[in-house]
């Protein structure tokens, strides 16, 4: 396989991939990764230039990176050949990697999040144009009821029917049933995975959807990484902050991914966030009184118009690729005040 030597220094650094071991070896999470970034750019250091080690000197006199920094470095770096050879069995697998300086990275991740909550990798199977489209998030719980199943088809059928893609997150329950029913009629999803992507793509259905591009499945770590709790909460902004607008379906009052997640939208204003006006929810109804938009069953309007198409003009700017030849005089970065934090803040230095 190919990939490029600035990919790969984003692989070694911010993703666990070719088994890293040691305290020192754990890969860098996305605050951290994107100051470094930002340290390497002011120095005038490429972020290749770390896997060849003829800026380790520059390193230490430019940045002043901490004995513990330096060691992390080294140790991901070290992982060069382990690491061309694991991305190369994975794209047997038909896994393959895209990098936040990648153009295929997903636009609405970059145009809604600040640029340190942003991924620095995504590990994905399926074609990665999907996650591009103009969608809707869905979530809900993972055993819905009768009318919450029959809810959550009605409005995935409407978004395939108006060439809309259904941005989820793969769970059993609301997830899979907004997924399976885009996917059978003719329509396209984008699932943000906290189970790990090496399991759920060996599945017959979802690897035929991935190779017919039907489904994209993306995972912000390695393809082996084991679910946790906690990372099931954290993609849940990925999810929201891809669709032109939120459909929350069913949410527990005051707990759960759904109800969080949709909070978290609408008080972050990632995206419309429309709440399905049960009133055998109490849920559903605190997330109406925080702000949520209540909704019934889909009706005759187009989604997208209910939705809104986002604007093209004014508001946060998107955080493009960085353009390290040639910066930017002013940045989405700059913009959000994130470069005020250094990386003595998060003890590096």
Same mark, same amino acid.
């Given at each position: ?32 990764? %994107? ?36 060691? /992390? ?18 794209? !047997?697998?038909? *896994? %393959?990697?895209?990098?936040?300086? !990648?153009?295929? #990275? +997903?636009?609405?991740? /970059? ?13 994905? &199977? ?18 819905? !009821? ?20 259904? #941005? ?30 090496? *399991? ?6 979802? /690897? ?12 912000? &770590?390695? +393809? !082996? ?22 459909? &929350? ?14 909070? #978290?939208?609408? &008080? ?13 929810? +109490? ?14 069953? +889909? ?9 809104? /198409? ?40």
């Amino acid at each position: 396989m190919e990939i490029s030597e600035r990919d790969l220094c984003v692989v070694l650094l911010a993703s666990a991939l070719a088994d890293p071991e040691g305290e020192q070896s754990r890969p860098l999470t996305a605050r951290p990764f %994107h100051l470094l970034m930002a340290e390497l750019k002011n120095a005038g250091i490429m972020p290749e230039d770390l896997l060849s080690g003829s800026e380790e000197e520059n390193l230490v006199r430019d940045l002043n990176l901490s004995a513990d920094a330096q060691g /992390r470095i080294r140790l991901l770096s070290a992982r060069k050949d382990s690491a061309v050879k694991a991305l190369g069995n994975l794209e !047997d697998r038909g *896994i %393959h990697v895209m990098t936040v300086f !990648d153009p295929e #990275y +997903p636009r609405m991740l /970059r145009r809604k999040l600040r640029e340190t909550q942003l991924p620095p990798l995504f590990f994905y &199977a399926g074609d990665p144009k999907l996650a591009g489209m103009a969608g809707i998030a869905v979530t809900g719980l993972r055993q819905p !009821d009768a009318a919450g199943r029959d809810f959550t088809e009605k409005l995935a059928e409407k978004a395939a029917e108006e060439g809309l893609a259904i #941005y989820s997150g793969g769970a059993r329950g609301t997830d899979q049933i907004a997924e399976k029913t885009a996917a059978g009629k003719g329509g396209v999803y984008v699932s943000y995975l906290a189970e790990p992507l090496s *399991i759920q793509i060996r599945k017959q259905e979802l /690897r035929q959807d991935a190779e017919a591009g039907r489904g994209l499945f993306l995972s912000d &770590a390695a +393809p !082996d990484t084991p679910f946790t709790a906690g990372r099931a909460l954290g993609r849940n902004k990925y999810i929201y902050a891809s669709g032109i607008a939120a459909f &929350a379906v069913e949410a527990s009052l005051g707990k759960g991914g759904t109800f969080n997640g949709a909070l #978290y939208s609408i &008080a972050h204003r990632l995206t419309k966030t429309f709440i399905w006006d049960n009133k055998d929810f +109490p849920g559903n109804q605190e997330l109406i009184r925080r702000g949520g938009i209540p909704c019934g069953f +889909p009706d005759e309007r187009p989604l997208a118009d209910l939705c809104g /198409r986002p604007k093209q003009q004014g508001g946060k700017k998107e955080a493009e690729p960085a353009d390290w030849e040639n910066p930017p005089e002013e940045s989405a970065a700059d913009e959000a005040g994130w470069h005020q934090m250094s990386l003595k803040d998060l003890g590096m230095i």
